[in-house]
């Protein structure tokens, strides 16, 4: 077979592209990516380290479908990191994008898209009354939990044992180096689904907690929903001892309904934070809450934030067109039932084959951990098979279907799937475990 066969064939070896006496798009963008980005990425999971492999250059997108620098397709189940939910360029939201680049790419001063944007989430969060967008999600998070301080006049925060926040100093302590180890003591962590922890940890620290800061459905160490009842603890217990709620909506937000996780589940978080879905792939990040911990803002109260491209008017163009649609035509029967049928479908290949496996899923989105024990907290997630997830991964994306790279992220199914993209992954998937070390 010659070289270039070989390559458009199996997809990424990188071996094999080495090897190849071929001017290769992939491997000529690797050295450059390689030379002047720090790993070849900007976003460290993009680097595919977690399964072993080489990262993947892409080059354009649409509907459910990538394609990479060398032109081959995949199906794709990463979709933006969640971001991306009516599929790749919607024609709605592109056609938005257009009219509104025509009219000025960044005016510096407030628009009416900002407005428009903030009151599509009031009216389909009941817990928010006003927004400030921010850049990011992790932009988001951060300034949630600094009017969670401000409103309390406590320092210390409670996060989850596996819930991600974005890199923000607050959230990050003790996750990287190069922050203050004074910022560690002020951080309390107790592990998802565990009431007991939570309120022991409330004995202890319950006076100077300024906020409970937790993704509502877990997405970021793999996808772990939250247990009968858990939401509603928390609920109860912040509210008695005066401590902030904090929804980190920035995957549910807009995925799990309208209402996000909170509509979902019928429970009321005091502060929420939100990106992804609602900049309809472009960079965004959102805080909402009622007006009276939201007036603490700068300009009215005295919590800074502000930031040249906060409530950017194409992000907010994006957003108000992605939001529009969701209302207008609702995905999220169809998309839950392809996710459904997708892990049902996984998990009976897992029973045939003989390769232990767990599908958890939340709405459209879904993760395979590779173990024989139920999944509810990241103990149990870092437990399950890291070598099996990768072989997967990489036999997947060798067939044509990209799924996260990492065992600790969720797969995405959006309005642009369909029942034969589903089917592509079973396919693979089928391959993929019949070839699995046992
Ligand atoms: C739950 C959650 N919160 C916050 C963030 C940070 O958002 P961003 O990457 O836009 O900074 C992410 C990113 O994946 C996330 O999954």
Not at 25 to 37: D, E, G, K, P, S
Not at 127 to 144: D, I, K, N, P, Y
Not at 315 to 324: D, E, K, L, R, Y
Request: hydrophobic share 45%.
């Amino acid at each position: 077979m010659n070289e270039a066969k070989k390559i458009a064939d199996c997809g990424l070896r990188i071996a094999d592209l080495e090897a190849a006496p071929i001017r290769n798009a992939q491997f000529a963008i690797r050295n450059t990516l390689q030379q002047y980005l720090v790993g070849g990425v900007n976003s460290p999971v993009r680097a595919f380290k977690q399964v072993g492999g080489q990262p993947l250059w892409l080059s354009r997108s649409r509907g459910a479908e990538v394609w990479d620098a060398n032109g081959r397709r995949y199906t794709d189940f990463i979709m933006g990191w969640g971001a991306i939910i009516l599929g790749h360029n919607p024609p709605p939201v592109v056609r938005a994008l257009r009219s509104r680049i025509s009219k000025g790419l960044l005016l510096g001063l407030t628009h009416e898209m900002e407005a428009e944007l903030a009151r599509l989430i009031a009216q389909a969060v009941p817990s928010v009354e006003q927004v400030r967008f921010t850049a990011s999600g992790s932009e988001a998070c951060l300034t949630a939990v600094k009017l969670a301080r401000a409103h309390t006049g406590r320092a210390k925060i409670l996060l989850f044992d596996g819930g991600y926040h974005g890199h923000g100093e607050s959230v990050m302590a003790g996750r990287s180096a190069g922050l203050p180890a004074a910022l560690e003591t002020a951080v309390v962590t107790v592990p998802f689904n565990d009431p007991a922890a939570f309120d022991e940890a409330l004995r202890q620290h319950g006076a100077e907690l300024a906020c409970v800061l937790i993704e509502p459905v877990a997405a970021n160490m793999g996808v772990i929903p939250p247990e009968p009842g858990w939401l509603a603890h928390l609920r109860e217990r912040t509210a008695k001892a005066g401590i902030v709620l904090i929804f980190d909506e920035v995957v549910t937000g807009f995925r799990m309904g309208l209402g996000g996780a909170q509509g979902l589940f019928g429970i009321e978080a005091d502060l929420t934070a939100f990106g992804k879905i609602i900049g309809g792939g472009l960079p965004v990040g959102a805080v909402g809450g009622p007006r009276r911990l939201m007036q603490r803002l700068a300009p009215e109260g005295d919590v800074y934030h502000g930031g040249t491209f906060a409530g950017h008017p194409l992000a907010m163009a994006a957003g108000v067109a992605t939001v529009q649609q969701l209302r207008a035509n609702p995905p999220y029967e169809r998309i839950e039932h392809l996710a459904a049928e997708a892990a049902e479908g996984l998990t009976a290949l897992g029973q045939d084959i003989g390769v232990a496996l767990q599908v958890n899923r939340a709405g459209s989105m879904f993760t395979v951990f590779f173990t024989a024990t139920a999944v509810r907290s990241k103990s149990d997630a870092k437990a399950s098979h890291k070598e099996r997830f990768a072989h997967w991964a990489n036999e997947l994306r060798r067939a044509g279907v990209l799924v996260p790279p990492s065992p600790f992220e969720a797969l995405f199914v959006g309005a642009a799937h369909t029942r034969r993209h589903i089917e592509q992954l079973l396919d693979a998937s089928k391959k993929a475990l019949q070839s699995m070390d046992r």
